[in-house]
T-cell receptor, first 113, second 111 residues
Framework: KAGVTQTPRYLIKTRGQQVTLSCSPISGHRSVSWYQQTPGQGLQFLFEYFSETQRNKGNFPGRFSGRQFSNSRSEMNVSTLELGDSALYLC????????????FGPGTRLTVL | QQPVQSPQAVILREGEDAVINCSSSKALYSVHWYRQKHGEAPVFLMILLKGGEQKGHEKISASFNEKKQQSSLYLTASQLSYSGTYFCGTQEGGNTGKLIFGQGTTLQVKP
């Protein structure tokens, strides 16, 4: 069974630009969560999606948004990029929301110059 | 609020044991443990639910004290492959996938 895939793996943008990251969950998984990982802040929760609905949102500004499609694939978008948005963005999928194993993708490394 | 992990870092020799602790100020529904090696994605180790249920690897053991909202991960007879950063992630509800992660504990196992 294929794992969680994220595209692109690496991205370099400049301040003020916007970016869209994509996540394809494991087949059959309907719950997708996004996390931001930085050396200073660690792993921080961004969003949780299930059945195309955002169920939870972390403490991030409105520049961070996301969505989930009917095939469970998910995208997140960051507008008006800031230097502090440089991070590894991880997507995780699970069968359902709840106390279930989350399978993480390899992440997208975003660098904002 | 982010759970607090201790210690922040530990260095072991092969065969030695280690305990990593995770403490939250909030009432928890479950505690999850993940290990991340450098340059790789976090990998699931174990889930502990209130009520005592556990899901996870046979060779990893952990505990969850619901009254104190504390969890401990026990690594026995450590191997070189145990090296990495260990994260606890907490869930406050049973119907969410949202995990709040601790700051991580870096474990280095030396030959």
């Amino acid at each position: 069974k294929a794992g969680v895939t994220q595209t692109p793996r690496y991205l370099i943008k400049t301040r003020g630009q916007q970016v869209t990251l994509s996540c394809s969950p494991i087949s059959g998984h309907r719950s997708v969560s996004w996390y931001q990982q930085t050396p200073g802040q660690g792993l921080q929760f961004l969003f949780e999606y299930f059945s195309e609905t955002q169920r939870n949102k972390g403490n991030f500004p409105g520049r961070f948004s996301g969505r989930q499609f009917s095939n469970s694939r998910s995208e997140m978008n960051v507008s008006t990029l800031e230097l502090g948005d440089s991070a590894l963005y991880l997507c995780a999928s699970s069968l359902m929301p709840g106390p279930n194993e989350q399978f993480f993708g390899p992440g997208t490394r975003l660098t904002v110059l | 609020q982010q759970p607090v992990q201790s210690p922040q870092a530990v260095i072991l020799r092969e065969g030695e044991d280690a305990v990593i602790n995770c403490s939250s100020s909030k009432a928890l529904y479950s505690v999850h443990w993940y290990r991340q090696k450098h340059g790789e994605a976090p990998v699931f180790l174990m889930i502990l639910l209130k009520g005592g249920e556990q899901k996870g690897h046979e060779k990893i053991s952990a505990s969850f004290n619901e009254k104190k909202q504390q969890s401990s991960l026990y690594l026995t007879a450590s191997q070189l492959s145990y090296s990495g950063t260990y994260f606890c992630g907490t869930q406050e509800g049973g119907n969410t996938g949202k995990l709040i992660f601790g700051q991580g504990t870096t474990l280095q196992v030396k030959p």
